[in-house]
């Protein structure tokens, strides 16, 4: 019996000549523990796809269980660190944190709660920032808050609404070893959304490309058999690594890719022949302009992804 | 750059001051006989301004001591129209039916001049036994100036982020944490856009309400002045007014600023 299973979702917006598919068949099984990346195109549908998970939409048709248990609302045993980070912007970070820390332990004592979101904090190391309101802090500061609330509520999975995609390279990259030291640490099971190939790769187990909407799907899943640890420089160089990542961009850019559009337009060509300059400019002899007129021409151009 | 920043916040008010007083002049000297000059108005004024809290007799007192009496009129009208009117909003704002419901009979009510109330606060307060005129202007006040902060409260809340909402649906916030913690936050702003409009208009309706019922008040005082034919008292009246209601506008926009960084 897998951990988390999703059959036969379908999921569309919109009713009668304005309803958009959004996503047919998707398919995935997860076992306890695993760490899998889904990848895809913005707007194919991911958010779409991690916000039933999370159970903060339905499925048109199609279940989602976890634990055999289906998921009908939001609860604390799916920790979700959304895309824009959705830190309330009126309480600090450790308000933000204690919130939820509150709510899915209201038993505990209160030097308790107060101790385990210090504990968070400090996991991702924003001890002196405890007391800075989100506008205070930069984007990659955020983001490790919004991972450490998602964390702090000690959830069965987590899942991860690419969490990096607004961030500086260089941050990208302190993060991805952040996420990767505490999947380490506590072996939780992980949904990571992404964009970026070589971030799936670097972190899961498993990459599984959803191909571009509309009515986007998930393609076959991609074993990520690299030993771990994976260091992001000697990566690069194994052949492996090459590999999957040529299979993963085959399939978005092939099979998965966008439908190729055609766009049929007008062009004007100039007047390209030279004044005759020997000519007076005269207005008895008007032969000193082109000969030729513009032209107007059309052309079908076929747009690529 | 000193220079031409004195221009912008000295000189060129200044300037604007004067035009208006040299028009105010003119006036008064050529088309309209009877409309006080500028220095008359002063000579007649001092008095009022030179003893501001003097107390000489009901209806003959210093131009701040009017001034406060409105002020604390104004201030209980306004608050009652606060505790009723954002409540109202976030009903507004949260419930279809209930915008179904109520927001046409609003959309009536909201224009309704504070002249055509007051009457009728009046007649709704007839049975008590005193401050009948008083309960009246309060009626008056809370129900002109309530709008602007049902309307801004209910915006807010419509406009509060899908993703505040999910985090309040993630974490599993009950109903009255969801408010505390997430909705009533987030419309700070819009709501307080509203308390700075409806006091506003607090301030428009007081001079209305003082002068029907006769209230001791700075409104009060303008309309007795007019039947008493010292009509320089007018024009002190007006700038007071002029004067107040700006700084209450200020007051509130450095309070509304406050909550739209937070
Ligand atoms: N609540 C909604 N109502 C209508 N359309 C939606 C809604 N949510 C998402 N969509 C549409 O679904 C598509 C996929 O959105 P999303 O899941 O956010 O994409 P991604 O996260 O992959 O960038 C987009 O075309 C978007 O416009
Ligand atoms: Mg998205």
């Not at chain 1, 796809?49 to 009908?72: H, K, Y």
């Not at chain 1, 690419?162 to 500086?168: S, W």
Request: hydrophobic letters at 45%; a positive charge; aromatic letters at 8%.
């Amino acid at each position: 019996m897998p951990f988390l299973q999703l059959k036969g979702v379908n999921k569309g917006f919109g009713s009668g000549s304005g309803r958009m598919e959004i996503l047919r068949d998707i398919n995935l099984q997860m076992e306890k523990g695993e760490f899998v990346a889904i990848v895809g195109y913005s707007g194919a549908g991911k958010t779409t796809l991690i916000s039933m998970i999370a159970g903060l939409s339905r499925p048109d048709s199609g279940s989602v269980t976890l634990n055999d248990l289906e998921i009908t609302e939001p609860g604390p045993d799916r920790g979700i660190v959304f895309q824009n980070y959705s830190l309330l912007p009126w309480l600090t970070v450790y308000e933000n944190i204690y919130l939820a820390v509150d709510q899915v332990f209201p038993n505990w004592a209160p030097a308790k709660k107060q101790q385990h979101t210090e504990t968070y904090i400090a996991m991702v190391s924003l001890t002196p920032a405890r007391d800075k309101r989100p506008s205070e802090l930069s984007g990659g500061m955020r983001q490790r808050v919004s991972v450490a609330r998602a964390l702090s509520m000690n959830p069965q999975i987590l899942l991860l609404d690419e969490p990096l995609g607004a961030l500086d390279a260089l941050t990208r990259a302190t993060l991805q070893e952040e996420i990767n030291r505490i999947w380490q640490q506590d072996k939780k099971t992980v949904i990571l959304i992404t964009n970026d190939v070589d971030e799936g790769i670097l972190l899961a187990d498993r990459i599984i490309p959803l191909s571009a909407g509309p009515s986007a799907t998930l393609g076959p899943s991609i074993m990520v058999d690299i030993p771990r640890p994976r260091d992001r420089r000697a990566i690069n160089h194994d052949p492996r690594y090459k590999e999957i990542r040529r299979e993963v961009i085959d399939y978005l850019l092939g099979a998965g890719g966008r439908p190729k559009t055609a766009v049929t337009r007008k062009l004007m060509l100039p007047d390209i022949e030279p004044e005759d300059l020997s000519v007076p400019r005269n207005v008895l002899s008007p032969r000193r302009s082109p000969i030729r007129r513009s032209e107007i021409k059309k052309e079908t151009v076929e747009l690529g992804s | 750059m000193k220079n031409g920043f004195k221009l912008d916040w000295l000189v060129l008010p200044m300037i604007g001051v004067v035009a208006v007083l040299v028009l105010w002049m003119i006036t008064s000297s050529t088309i309209s006989k009877e409309l006080p000059s500028p220095g008359k108005t002063w000579e007649s004024s001092k008095p009022y301004l030179q003893q501001p809290f003097e107390k000489r007799g009901e209806m003959d007192q210093g131009i701040l001591r009017f001034t406060w009496y409105s002020l604390v009129l104004v201030a209980k009208g306004y608050a009652i129209a606060l505790i009723l009117g954002t409540p109202l909003g976030f009903m507004l704002g949260l419930s279809k039916v209930f915008t179904k419901a109520f927001d046409p009979i609003i959309q009536v009510l909201r224009p309704v001049s504070p002249l055509a109330w007051l009457p009728l606060g009046m007649v709704l307060f007839a049975g008590a036994k005193s401050g009948v005129s008083e309960m009246a202007a309060l009626f008056t006040i809370a129900v002109c100036s309530m709008w602007p902060t049902v309307l801004n409260t209910a915006v807010g809340v419509r406009a509060v982020p899908q993703d505040f909402l999910n985090v309040a649906k993630v974490l599993k916030l009950s109903r009255t944490k969801t408010l505390f913690k997430v909705l009533i936050p987030a419309t700070m702003p819009y709501m307080f856009t509203g308390f700075r409009l409806s006091l506003g208009i607090a301030w428009l309706v007081i001079v209305a309400a003082e002068m029907l019922t006769g209230r001791p008040g700075i409104g009060g005082f303008l309309w007795q002045e007019y039947n008493a034919l010292v009509y320089e008292h007018i024009i002190l009246c007006i700038l007071t007014i002029g004067i107040v209601g700006f700084i209450l506008d200020r007051l509130m926009s450095v309070v509304e600023k406050r909550f739209k960084v937070a």
